[in-house]
């Protein structure tokens, strides 16, 4: 067992190389024993068995493949339950693909390339051509592995799931989620069932390791009819993006007893169909929230933020006219001179000294808790549970960074009823208490998004008590309530964003494990910062670049 | 003052032109118009203007731009000598006069007020007022107003102004093709081709990376790092190590993974 996780360890390794052969992200990982090597197209399965020399060759075979663009979906569909077409296109395609890719090629990998094999086709359809051809094509070398056109379909219909996160914003569209495939029984080469759960969700260490690099792995649903030539699957993002959205009329736990008229905060709300505000249009009340026994969330910065955030606006910053320092200042010297060559006093601060700036930063967490969050996400999860999370883990390495942090929550019942649970106040400690409360929020109603970031950037302004301040929206990026319908809702949450940016808060808005699409979230958000992500853990990525955004914005505003 | 000025050299610094670079450079210098020079950390901009001032044969002044440079330190202070203010002339100022020309390099770094003294330089005024002393100089003939940045490096947080960018006719730089870079780091290093092939395969290979936590690519630079490493007696796997892999990354995940590729693209023997 040890043995098998030193060769996986040395696979996952070899990841890199595989990415820069193929010229995209690439994981590998073991294959059944004695299976031929093959790739879906995001990750290349070659046997932990053979040699070095053998897994090498393989990958870079199967890499090549992939950045020739000889297994492209109009190519493969054709391999479809066709394996000896298949072996045969691969034969061919494999020599064309290296000697494509043979700038990039180790040199000891040079030699698998069959130049004469090469010289058949010049695009994968030309290869396609030969295989399909009588011609006589010798049978690939056994390193060249298997095509398996279903799993490069399935893999490729997941759309832009391939796409690995880049920096700041992400904008990934995920409404082509496959949910589940049927596992049928043809593979189109190669004996082995059931590979890729075997494979990626199997196997021990890696397996558990791989199923949590992936970002969404497929479960294995077994319903379907077998043989279908394209996976089924179902769309997430009807329930969530499209018209005819479906939303909990679940009435949050907290709502009935403060449904109280006469208290709470007014805020207008714009117009966008008249363009202009409504005055004193919503009413905002604070609602205690009511802690949940039990274990408290453990929170230890799980995702890594302590670190993206120490760094944010904690810069040396050159101060001139300092009374000491490393340096003269030269500009202050030559007044100081003057001064006394005129006979004046002179100014002895004439020192220019590096001061590390204090962050003064507090930061506002705004928690969407509407019904719409309540529904599984992309991962299986509920949205609420990874908000939750986030804000955990916001709050906690924010807090420990010295920075002050309140985290509210937010839903809506109408425009008389717009609730803010103050989960934690800029003054309250974060104890055990804090978490019990995050725990109590149950999601329910509607969001009157603009109401709540209205409310949570007076809040920010009045208590946050320091020159710079950041509101952090944590939503689904869904704004709708009664009389709030999509399009004034999107166009007030926008504004409500902009006012806070004018009055100097920083917005950012994240949205996580939601399957809103990238063109809502902007709609919603606008300008601010924001970005999607699917699951809390890739929280560290986006988070140092959306800060860093958010807080400039708001600097330029204030000059 | 961070600030150098080269002499003219004896022979032209090395420099392979790899697309009309050359021409665009010499047609703006030629029409006087500003120029800025965008491209990744390494990929041969400093060497580039270098050879451009040789052609042209005008003296070159280099600043080096960081946050806290000021006005003053680009157009000149005041400074004391025997009881007296005696102005000294900044870099600009200096190129400005001399007819130089003056680069800029990574322009971003500097804050955006110091960078909007360079606008009446680099639009058709041509000129530099100097409020301190209540003169405005037009340039002299040559003068010529060059600036770097590095558009992927920490583009979230610094960017260059509109204002500041459309004064200047721009020239993307890009790493060179793998025979030229191979050219170029046998010239740089004393290597042999074979050598610095190798290395600039898997140079090549890195910067297909793009997305797997390196924040910069292997630049040519950090070939040439390699390969003099290599020319200095270690083994081109040790130098890789040393020049490319330390530099990329502090990753754990990333560096072994890297150490794979070196172990597959390049041999453990040294070649001296």
Not at chain 2, 115 to 121: A, N, S, Y
Request: aromatic share 4%; hydrophobic share 40%; with cysteine.
């Amino acid at each position: 067992m040890r043995g098998d996780e030193v060769d996986s360890g040395r696979l996952r390794r070899l990841g890199l190389l595989a990415s820069a052969l193929a010229g995209r992200a690439l994981q590998v990982a073991p294959s059944e024993r004695g299976e031929p090597a093959w790739t879906d197209g995001r990750m290349v399965f070659v046997d932990a068995d053979t040699s070095m020399r053998d897994q090498l060759e393989a990958l870079a075979v199967q890499a090549s493949l992939l950045a020739a663009g000889s297994l492209e979906p109009d190519v493969v569909r054709r391999l479809m339950r066709r394996p000896a077409l298949a072996k045969r296109y691969l034969a061919v395609e494999g020599h064309r693909a290296l000697a494509a890719n043979v700038h990039l090629l180790p040199l000891p990998l040079r030699s698998l390339i069959d130049c004469n094999v090469a010289a058949r086709g010049d695009s994968p359809a030309a290869s396609l051509a030969a295989a399909l051809s009588r011609e006589a094509i010798a049978d690939p070398p056994d390193n060249f592995g298997a095509i398996r056109a279903r799993h490069l379909l399935a893999s490729n219909d997941r759309g832009g799931a391939s796409a690995t996160t880049r920096e700041h914003v992400p904008r990934r569209q995920c409404n082509q989620m496959l949910v589940g495939v049927e596992e049928d029984e043809n593979h189109d080469v190669g004996t082995a069932a059931d590979s890729f759960s075997s494979s990626a969700g199997g196997g021990g260490a890696l397996g558990r390791l791989l199923q949590r690099m992936l970002s969404m792995v497929r479960p294995l649903d077994g319903g379907g009819p077998p043989g279908a030539d394209a996976p089924t699957h179902r769309r997430r993002a009807g329930t969530r993006g499209g018209n005819n959205t479906t939303f909990s009329t679940r009435m949050a736990g907290t709502m009935e007893e403060a449904a109280i008229e006469g208290r709470g905060t007014k805020y207008p709300e714009w117009d966008v169909h008249r363009q202009r505000y409504r005055q004193d249009w919503c009413t905002v009340q604070e609602v205690e929230p009511r802690p949940k026994g039990g274990t408290s969330l453990s929170v230890s910065d799980p995702f890594g933020l302590r670190r993206s955030l120490s760094r944010l606006g904690t810069g040396l910053d050159s101060c001139h006219r300092q009374v000491q320092g490393d340096d003269i200042d030269i500009d202050a010297a030559v007044e100081a001179r003057v001064d006394v060559m005129a006979g004046s006093a002179p100014d002895e601060a004439v020192y220019v000294d590096s001061l590390r700036r204090r962050r003064d930063l507090s930061v506002l967490v705004l928690l969407d808790i509407s019904g719409s969050v309540a529904e599984p996400g992309a991962t299986g999860k509920t949205v609420h549970e990874h908000q939750r999370a986030a804000a955990a883990a916001l709050t906690v390495a924010l807090h420990e960074l010295g920075d002050r942090v309140a985290l509210y929550a937010f839903h809506s019942q109408g425009r008389s009823a717009v609730h803010l649970v103050p989960v934690k106040r800029f003054d309250d400690d974060l104890d055990t208490l804090v978490m019990r409360r995050l725990r109590g929020l149950v999601p329910g109603a509607y969001s009157r998004l603009g109401a709540a970031i209205r409310h949570g950037a007076a809040v920010l302004e009045e208590r946050g008590g320091t020159s710079r301040r950041l509101l952090a929206v944590l939503s689904d990026g869904l704004a709708y309530d009664h009389g709030y319908e999509r399009v004034y809702g999107a166009a007030d949450a926008r504004r409500a964003l902009a006012e806070a940016r004018r009055h100097g808060t920083g917005c950012l808005c994240l949205s996580i494990g939601a399957c809103a699409d990238a063109e809502a979230l902007r709609r919603v958000f606008g300008s601010a910062a924001h970005a999607a992500i699917l699951r809390p853990e890739q929280l560290r990525q986006v988070i140092g670049p959306l800060f860093r955004s958010a807080l400039r914005s708001a600097e330029v505003r204030r000059r | 003052m961070n600030s150098a000025v080269s002499a003219t050299r004896a022979s032209r610094p090395y420099y392979v032109p790899i697309g009309n670079e050359e021409h665009v450079f010499k047609a703006a210098f030629r029409q006087a118009l500003s120029v800025v020079l965008k491209g990744p950390t390494g990929c041969g901009k400093t060497r580039f203007v270098e050879a451009m001032a040789y052609d042209l044969d005008r003296p070159l002044i280099t600043v080096a731009c960081h946050d806290d440079l000021t006005t003053a330190d680009l157009v000149g202070r005041f400074l004391l000598r025997g009881g007296e203010t005696e102005w000294v002339d900044g870099p600009l100022t200096r190129a400005v006069r001399e007819g130089a020309i003056c680069y800029l390099d990574e322009v971003v770094e500097a804050r955006q007020d110091t960078t909007v003294v360079i606008h009446p330089l680099a639009d058709h005024r041509r000129q530099l007022p100097i409020e301190r002393l209540g003169v405005t100089l037009d340039a002299a003939l040559g003068f010529c107003l060059v600036v770097s940045y590095n558009p992927g490096y920490q583009s979230v947080l610094k960017d260059l102004k509109d204002s500041t960018r459309q004064r200047m006719v721009a020239i993307e730089f890009g790493f060179p093709p793998a025979d030229v870079e191979e050219k170029i780091v046998a010239h740089e290093t004393g290597i042999d081709h074979d050598s610095a092939a190798a290395l600039v395969r898997f140079g090549q290979a890195i910067r297909r990376l793009d997305t797997a936590g390196l924040r910069e690519v292997a630049s040519t630079r950090v070939l040439i790092a390699a390969g003099r490493l290599v020319a200095g007696g270690l083994s081109p796997r040790e130098a890789a190590r040393a020049a490319v892999v330390g530099p990329l990354t502090d990753d754990s995940t990333v560096t072994s993974g890297l150490v794979e590729m070196i172990n597959v693209y390049l041999t453990d023997q040294a070649t001296r």
